[in-house]
């Protein structure tokens, strides 16, 4: 139920969205470790309306003067991120490279658990034997009833705890091994890309499907009082600048970004004492 919950509410976040993150849920600050919000800030003038779109830290927890309202503009963030994306798709070399290292660094950090795994299979095999040679003896009339139903009670229960347990580490080992068929539909999908990028740079949906397929994720800083995002995903990790000549890849969105005013002076200098 909890499940069908959560898929409902993504549904309905999706599908209510009113403007279009590419790494809404995706950024954290890199202060405070907290997810970066997506917002918007509609400006209205004498001759034009817009909306501003910004992801922003909101600790309303920790420190607030020590973040320093971490914010980026969404347009500078997403375009530069779903550049340096791109850049990984295209380059087939390195894509073989970072899925390979990828997979590598799973199965190291998978070792101990599937070390666990075995040692659970082993107590389970012991644990079963033993009651196999208690109900041995009993049929034999070695043992009284009343000492095999103790210790029959006592196995069952252990043997039920080490069967939930080794549930628990397949499942896990599941979830974290990166399989052929995961890096097979990678690659395919990266092929669709060099085929049709022209299509991908224009349809937000397929940016953010293999955003998520490629598990992108980055902090937000500030460095010389410009937004710097430490980017990472399964085949790669960068730093990257959120520069102004980042061109948003779906600039096709509803609200207009590219007229976002410079800023000024005056917004430099204080940002450099950020």
């Not at 730093?239 to 609200?255: D, F, G, Y």
Request: aromatic share 4%.
């Amino acid at each position: 139920m909890a499940q069908a919950r959560l898929k409902r509410n993504k549904e309905l976040k999706q599908r209510c969205a009113r403007h279009q993150y590419l790494m809404s849920r995706r950024l954290r600050c890199g202060i405070c470790d907290m997810v970066l919000n997506a917002e918007s800030q509609p400006y209205k003038s004498k001759k034009t309306q817009k909306v501003y779109l910004y992801y922003a830290c909101k600790d309303t927890h920790g420190n607030k003067a020590r973040c320093r309202g971490m914010r980026c503009r969404v347009d500078l963030a997403d375009g530069t991120i779903w550049n340096w994306v791109k850049s990984l798709l295209l380059d087939p070399a390195q894509l073989q490279h970072g899925l390979a290292s990828f997979h590598k660094a799973r199965e190291r950090e998978v070792a101990d658990v599937r070390r666990r795994l075995q040692v659970v299979d082993d107590l389970l095999a012991n644990n079963r034997a033993q009651l196999e040679r208690i109900i041995d003896l009993y049929v034999t009339g070695e043992l009284d009833k009343e000492i095999l139903v103790e210790r029959k009670t006592r196995l069952e229960s252990t043997i039920a705890s080490l069967q939930k347990e080794r549930e628990q580490i397949a499942a896990q080992i599941e979830a974290e091994t990166f399989t052929p068929d995961q890096i097979r539909t990678i690659e395919e999908f990266a092929a669709g890309v060099r085929k049709n990028l022209a299509h991908i740079d224009n349809k937000f949906e397929a940016q953010q499907q293999l955003t998520e397929l490629l598990d992108v994720t980055g902090r937000l800083v500030k460095e010389d009082g410009e937004p710097v995002i430490y980017v990472q995903c399964i085949v790669g990790n960068n730093i990257l600048r959120a520069k102004k000549t980042a061109t948003c890849a779906h600039s096709k969105c509803r609200n207009p970004r590219r007229s976002l005013p410079n800023p000024t002076e005056s917004d430099r200098a204080r940002a450099r004492r950020q």
